[in-house]
């Protein structure tokens, strides 16, 4: 409900009557509405369409400027899920890319792991050859001292 105060009008808080008159919007009455902004209260600084209460009019037309119809609200619903779905596709191609760099190196390290297993087994095959020779050595050398003392000894 809207009370006169001076040159203001409050709808459940004052506001500013700046005489901005807006041909589109008109109230039940047929008048051009105006637009007026709420100076406090929880709505300050939002702006409304609101005529001023003439004594020869019971009009009580209000409706906010930023208010929306049914096509707008659906536009912009519309434009919400369209900006989330573009999000979740630029978010699931950095995960996708994210996916191949991970790939790639996975790749990288198993070739590495390849190339580190073959290093193990030559390693496994030269100690192995090396434990043969020691053994080689180790007879020689008792066979060479066994021949000594036999040498010796006769």
């Given at each position: 409900?809207?009370?006169r105060k001076g040159n203001s009008y409050t709808?459940?808080s004052s506001s500013t009557n700046k005489r901005?008159?807006?041909?589109?919007?008109?109230?039940?009455?047929?008048?051009?509405?105006?637009?007026?902004?709420?100076?406090?209260?929880?709505?300050?600084?939002?702006?409304?369409?609101?005529?001023?209460?003439?004594?020869?009019?019971?009009?009580?037309?209000?409706?906010?400027?930023?208010?929306?119809?049914?096509?707008?609200?659906?536009?912009?619903?519309?434009?919400?899920?369209?900006?989330?779905?573009?999000?979740m596709e630029v978010e699931q191609k950095i995960?996708?890319?994210?996916?191949?760099?991970?790939?790639?190196?996975?790749?990288?390290?198993?070739?590495?792991?390849?190339?580190?297993?073959?290093?193990?087994?030559?390693?496994?095959?030269?100690?192995?050859?090396?434990?043969?020779?020691?053994?080689?050595?180790?007879?020689?050398?008792?066979?060479?001292?066994?021949?000594?003392?036999?040498?010796?000894?006769?």
């Amino acid at each position: 409900m809207a009370s006169r105060k001076g040159n203001s009008y409050t709808f459940g808080s004052s506001s500013t009557n700046k005489r901005v008159v807006n041909e589109k919007i008109r109230c039940d009455c047929g008048r051009k509405d105006l637009i007026k902004t709420v100076r406090n209260g929880p709505n300050m600084g939002m702006k409304f369409y609101g005529y001023p209460l003439w004594p020869d009019t019971q009009c009580e037309f209000f409706k906010w400027v930023n208010e929306h119809t049914d096509l707008e609200e659906q536009q912009m619903k519309l434009l919400e899920k369209d900006t989330i779905i573009l999000e979740m596709e630029v978010e699931q191609k950095i995960r996708d890319e994210k996916i191949k760099k991970l790939q790639l190196k996975k790749g990288n390290l198993e070739e590495e792991f390849k190339d580190m297993k073959n290093e193990v087994f030559q390693m496994k095959s030269e100690i192995m050859n090396c434990s043969r020779n020691e053994k080689n050595l180790f007879m020689a050398l008792f066979i060479s001292w066994l021949l000594f003392v036999v040498v010796y000894l006769s």
